[in-house]
């Protein structure tokens, strides 16, 4: 399979503290992407960073990709109540996207 | 900007029913759009890409009679579950981007297809 796997599969903290997720993957990449989805939501798009890129920030997110060991991490800074929330990375290989198994975020206010 | 209204939310019917669901890109013109299937806890897989004007290409395993697909208009995509069984329920959601290099997809809410 193609697909990616993410760790941890569930991650309990307290409000304040960071969050970090991990997640590898088997194939070359034009990118990776990392997703939100509330339950029982669609997904929103949260980060992308390319494949000549090493990192990037967008508020309280910052994300970090390594294609020599096919990895990336998605760190959330400060974390809220609201974070909570399954968070998934997917590659873009081709304009498909693969998406990897997700992480399940509790925030526990 | 870059919204994506997917509808029905929920659908619940009987058996050997086809259930239609649409995709639309309210703001933006979506040069291809994506259908995906997601189970209980897990995550979200490619069941079909669709390109405005030509026929969708579908993933391995996928029935292609049994979802039919239609991508007539550069903001409209439809999913259609033929003679729906209880085994097709699921939650299904879709994307649409813009094309090009490096672009995200925009998702929907998705519809929770239940199927008695």
């Known amino acids: 399979s193609q697909q990616g796997e993410e760790d941890p599969q569930a991650l309990s903290i307290q409000e304040g503290e960071n969050a970090t997720m991990n997640c590898s993957y088997k194939?070359?990449?034009?990118?990776l992407q990392w997703y939100r989805q509330n339950s029982g939501r669609g997904l929103v798009h949260l980060i992308l960073?390319?494949?000549?890129?090493r990192e990037k920030h967008s508020g309280r997110l910052r994300v970090t990709l390594d294609t020599s060991k096919k990895s990336s991490s998605l760190l959330i800074t400060a974390s809220r109540a609201a974070d909570t929330a399954s968070y998934f990375c997917?590659?873009?290989?081709?304009?498909?996207?693969?998406f990897g198994q997700g992480t399940e975020l509790s925030v526990k206010p | 900007g870059a919204v994506v209204s997917q509808h029905p939310s929920r659908v619940i019917c009987k058996s050997g029913t086809s259930v239609k669901i649409e995709c639309r890109s309210l703001?933006?013109?979506?040069?291809?759009m994506f259908w995906y299937r997601q189970f209980p806890k897990q995550s979200l897989m490619l069941m079909a890409t669709s390109n405005e004007g030509s026929k969708a290409t579908y993933e391995q395993g996928v029935e292609k009679d049994k979802f039919l697909i239609n991508h007539a208009s550069l903001t409209l995509s439809t999913l259609t579950v033929t003679s729906a069984h209880p085994e097709d329920s699921s939650f299904y959601i879709c994307?649409?981007?813009?094309?090009?290099?490096?672009?995200?997809?925009?998702f929907g809410d998705g519809t929770r297809l239940s199927i008695l």
């Open positions: 997917a590659t873009d290989a081709g304009g498909k996207l693969i």
């Open positions: 960073i390319r494949s000549n890129e």
């Open positions: 994307s649409a981007t813009t094309g090009g290099y490096n672009q995200p997809q925009h």
């Open positions: 703001d933006f013109q979506a040069t291809t």
């Open positions: 194939t070359s990449i034009n990118n």
